[in-house]
């Protein structure tokens, strides 16, 4: 039985990668005189890389123009992040980061339903308040039983730690959450915390192999395209009703098996 949900951020409720953590840098790198740019496909590599100033060290080693003493590269990175980060959170406040299609009524739904709701990301704190302030208004915290970020839980996916501790937090069992993620290394992180996921797929990881999620999707938005299909007609949105179903179905064998086991006779 679920008895929480938990939600990843970046890419999950917004495509926050594309269109606001790639414009930031690409700002950033500007305004500090920094010679190199970020195309659109040259980010979607560096994801692979996780944690934005592990992505600027990373670069660092391809960039002609970039300092070849570590010390000076620490700074750098450093410098350029935190302008960001601030970059980021002005383009948030513009609007030009919208909530992905059904995120919202998705989160309505457990409100309604008195469902337990987490933040689970290992992007930092300021970047989910700047996110989650401008649409949630704010006193968003309070809609959430747990938050967990970089700070909380410092070892980026595809570790475990940020799951672990939301179920620490939560005194929660691993079967007793699901979790909402975008990309592979979330869906990882959380299946090796034992908590099962289902994947509603971002831009940059819309073809992108996706092992071991309950289910796998275009957007909550439409129940189009899932696998497992969902109950739901063609044009309706994905409900807390149908992540419990695609839950439910995933733990059916091991159900059937033990109530199996119990009705054996003895040999």
């Not at 790198?29 to 970020?38: D, Q």
């Not at 109950?231 to 009703?241: V, Y």
């Not at 179905?249 to 033990?258: E, N, V």
Request: net charge positive; hydrophobic share 50%; proline share 4%.
């Amino acid at each position: 039985m679920i008895r929480a949900i938990l939600w990843d951020v970046d890419g999950t409720l917004a495509e926050t990668e594309r269109d606001g953590h790639l414009v930031a840098f690409n700002r950033a790198f500007e305004t500090l005189g920094v010679a190199w740019r970020w195309s659109e496909a040259r980010y979607g590599e560096l994801l692979a890389v996780a944690g934005g100033r592990e992505r600027l060290l990373h670069d660092m080693r391809s960039q002609a123009s970039a300092p070849t003493d570590g010390a000076l590269q620490v700074a750098l990175a450093g410098r350029i992040h935190r302008l960001k980060n601030q970059l980021y959170a002005a383009i948030v406040r513009t609007g030009a980061l919208p909530l992905r299609a059904g995120v919202a009524e998705l989160l309505q739904d457990c409100a309604e339903a008195g469902m337990r709701m987490a933040i689970v990301t290992t992007t930092s704190a300021a970047n989910v308040d700047a996110l989650l302030r401008a649409h949630l208004g704010a006193h968003w915290r309070s809609r959430f039983a747990a938050v967990l970020c970089a700070e909380q839980a410092p070892q980026k996916k595809p570790d475990p730690q940020v799951y672990l501790r939301a179920l620490q937090a939560l005194r929660l069992q691993p079967r007793q959450a699901l979790a909402i993620e975008d990309a592979p290394a979330g869906v990882a992180a959380a299946r090796a915390a034992g908590v099962d996921v289902v994947a509603v797929r971002s831009f940059y990881f819309a073809n992108a192999e996706i092992a071991a999620a309950v289910a796998v999707g275009p957007s909550l938005g439409s129940a189009r395209g899932w696998r497992p299909a969902s109950e739901a007609a063609d044009t309706q949105r994905i409900t807390l009703r149908q992540l419990i179903q695609w839950h439910r179905l995933q733990h059916a064998p091991a159900r059937a098996a033990a109530s199996s086991d119990r009705i054996l006779p003895s040999r």
